[in-house]
C-alpha cells in the first residue's frame, strides 16, 4: 500500500472535508484520483441504476483507474450486461471483476439458499469478503452513495474514515435524483435496463424487487427486513450491516 502521510486516517478525513466543503463533484473526484495524499484509490462499482454517472466521470478524468465490480453469481442477467457494454463504451481501462473464492461459497452455502435465511450471512461471503480482499492493496476507494438514497445516507460526507485503513470517498454525497437524471440526459448515457421496469436500486437478482411510486429508492432491496446495507460499507472498520440506529 502507499505510504500516507503523518496524521491519522480521521484526522485527515477532517481535514478535507473542511477543504472541500463547498466544492463540486468533479472536484472532489479529481482529488481522490490525482492527489498522492490519497495513495492508490479504486472505484467501487455495482453497475446499478445510477453507476453511469460516477463511471462516466472517471473515465473522463482518469479512464485508468481501477474498477472493482463485485459479481456475486446471484446478479440479474442484465446487470452483468450491462456492465460489460458499459465498460467498453466508456472505455475504461481496468475493470476487475471480484468474485468470491468457489469453495468459500461452496461451504457456506452449498446448496445456494443462504439469502432465504440469513442475509448478512450471503452477504458478507459473496461482497463484504471479497471486495476486503481486493481492496487491500488499495488506500481508499470511491463508492457512489448519496444523501438522498435512503435515511440511513443522509450524513454521508465527501471523505469518510474507514476505521484506521482506508479513506472513502463519495464525490456525488450530495447530488439529488434531479442532479443525476440531468447529467445522463446532457451526455446521453444508457441507463441500466431495470430501472424502467420498476427497479430504482438493484442489487442482487433475489434479494431485489420493484419499488412502488412514492416509496424510498431503496425500499426494493431485501423488502421486509430490517436491512438496508450489504456491509460494504463500514462503520469503525468494521464490515457490519449499517441499521437507523448504528447509522445516527
Known amino acids: 500500500m502507499a505510504r500516507f502521510p503523518e496524521g491519522s486516517v480521521a ?14 463533484a468533479t472536484t472532489v473526484l479529481e482529488h481522490a484520483l490525482k492527489d498522492a495524499d490519497l495513495g ?7 453497475f446499478g441504476a445510477e453507476s453511469v454517472v460516477l463511471l462516466h466521470l472517471v473515465s473522463v478524468i482518469a479512464p485508468e483507474t481501477p474498477v472493482l465490480f463485485v459479481d456475486t453469481r446471484m446478479l440479474f442477467q442484465e446487470t452483468l450486461d450491462y456492465q460489460r457494454a458499459l465498460a467498453e463504451r466508456l472505455h475504461l481501462c481496468d ?6 473464492a468457489q469453495p468459500r ?6 446448496d445456494g439458499t ?3 435465511f440469513n442475509t448478512d450471512a450471503c452477504c458478507a461471503v459473496r461482497k463484504v469478503e471479497p471486495l476486503e480482499r481486493a481492496l487491500a492493496t488499495f488506500d481508499g476507494w470511491i463508492t457512489g452513495r448519496k444523501r438522498f438514497q435512503a435515511s440511513t445516507r443522509q450524513a454521508v460526507e465527501f471523505f469518510e474514515a474507514e476505521g484506521d ?15 443525476l437524471e440531468e447529467y445522463m440526459v446532457e451526455n446521453r448515457l444508457p441507463r441500466h ?4 421496469q420498476g427497479y430504482p436500486s438493484i442489487g442482487c437478482a433475489p434479494c431485489t424487487s420493484k419499488v412502488a411510486p412514492g416509496e424510498d429508492p431503496r425500499a426494493g432491496r431485501w423488502r421486509g427486513q430490517d436491512k438496508t446495507e450489504c456491509g460494504i460499507h463500514f462503520i469503525d472498520g468494521k ?3 449499517i441499521t437507523k440506529e448504528n447509522a445516527a
Request: proline content about 5%; cysteine-free.
Open 239 to 241: 464490515a457490519v450491516r
Open 105 to 110: 461459497v461452496s461451504f457456506e452455502d452449498p
Open 11 to 24: 484526522d485527515r478525513v477532517a481535514a478535507l472535508n473542511a477543504r472541500y466543503k463547498h466544492h463540486a
Open 165 to 179: 485503513t482506508r479513506i472513502k470517498v463519495n464525490p456525488l454525497a450530495h447530488w439529488g435524483r434531479e442532479d
Open 95 to 100: 475493470v476487475r471483476t471480484i468474485r468470491a
Open 114 to 116: 443462504l439469502h432465504q
Open 193 to 196: 435496463p431495470l430501472v424502467a
Open 40 to 46: 492508490r484509490v479504486a472505484l467501487v462499482s455495482s
